[in-house]
């Protein structure tokens, strides 16, 4: 069996005839921040802060948070980090904040909708971050999870901006907030889509249910179509798409992302060697006619085949 060595990434991300695409590390724990930079990771495309609220019966202090915010962010000293406000529920429970009498936690009070009934939570987390952001060079993007209206942008934006927390966005996993793109993006900043939820609520198929496995995979059409949906949005207000779900980390995926225009790409560091060498021998000629392609399937398994068969440097 062949060994498999993850590729190193320095500089920044491109096709191979110079179209930008940020490459980014996904972080979920202190720890991550500095061996993702040592990675080459251009900057953070997806900071979950669920750690340091998991495990307690209590929110962390503000003082705490800023710490832990601040120890990230000093990793990568005069780049982007965008931090994703907490996101309790379903697979990240938090008995302080989730209800624990829903018959579907995953279509619960869940992710931005904690804020509703805990909005000090919210509130204080974003202090903890203006706080840590001031302290250091990194530039400090914040987003929100789980948003599925216009009208939780537009609030979301606004409590940034109380914080002085002036690029604020929001993540695009839900359906509602992909077709709703275009009148969300004229609120937010930029949007980041979260590839993992997206594909659970578009094909109705838990995450963590193995039994439904062949479902979630973001390779499936509806769930490209909302990307492109969302990219669309995006162009049309002039604001940067990202994805952080695991689909960034798949080489023939990144470039089909690519081709539909997502911007920027946030992925577990280990995979930013690889999906910058399949970037960087295709062109965006290529990974448009690839995404074409995808995007004209009607199954999974024929978008990625078509897919692959279109990009050269994976033939
Ligand atoms: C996602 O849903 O794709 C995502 C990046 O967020 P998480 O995996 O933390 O839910
Ligand atoms: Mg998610």
Avoid at 43 to 71: H, K, M, N
Avoid at 139 to 157: K, N, T
Avoid at 238 to 263: H, K
Wanted: negative net charge; contains cysteine; hydrophobic residues 45%.
């Amino acid at each position: 069996s062949e060994q498999h060595e993850a590729r190193t990434f320095s500089g920044r991300g491109a096709t191979s005839d110079g179209h930008r695409v940020e490459l980014l590390a996904n972080v979920g724990e202190v720890a991550q921040a500095e061996p993702a930079a040592a990675a080459g990771a251009e900057g953070i495309g997806l900071f979950r802060t669920e750690f340091c609220f998991l495990d307690r019966d209590t929110e962390p202090s503000i003082d705490e948070q800023v710490e832990a915010y601040g120890t990230v962010l000093a990793a990568f000293a005069g780049k982007k980090v965008v931090v994703r406000t907490l996101d309790a529920g379903a697979d990240k429970p938090m008995p302080f904040l989730n209800p624990t009498d829903e018959a579907n936690p995953a279509l619960g009070v869940r992710g931005f909708r904690t804020s509703w009934k805990n909005p000090d939570v919210l509130e204080n987390q974003l202090a903890a971050i203006a706080t840590a952001a001031a302290a250091s060079s990194a530039e400090v993007w914040v987003m929100a999870p789980m948003v599925s209206r216009v009208g939780e942008a537009e609030e979301f934006v606004a409590a940034c901006t109380r914080h002085g927390l002036e690029t604020a966005g929001v993540m695009v996993e839900v359906p509602s907030a992909a077709l709703l793109a275009g009148p969300i993006l004229a609120r937010a900043a930029f949007a980041s889509i979260g590839t993992n939820d997206l594909t659970q609520y578009t094909l109705a198929a838990d995450r963590l249910l193995g039994a439904l496995a062949p479902l979630s995979t973001p390779w499936d059409p509806a769930v490209l179509s909302l990307i492109r949906t969302t990219c669309e949005g995006g162009q049309a207000q002039s604001r940067p798409v990202g994805v952080c779900g695991e689909a960034a980390a798949d080489p023939a995926l990144a470039a089909v992302l690519v081709g539909m225009g997502v911007t920027s790409l946030s992925m577990t560091p280990r995979a930013l060697g690889d999906v910058a060498a399949v970037l960087a021998a295709t062109s965006l000629e290529q990974c448009r006619r690839a995404a074409t392609l995808a995007l004209g399937t009607d199954n999974a398994e024929a978008a990625r085949l078509t897919a692959r068969e279109a990009l050269p440097a994976l033939a």
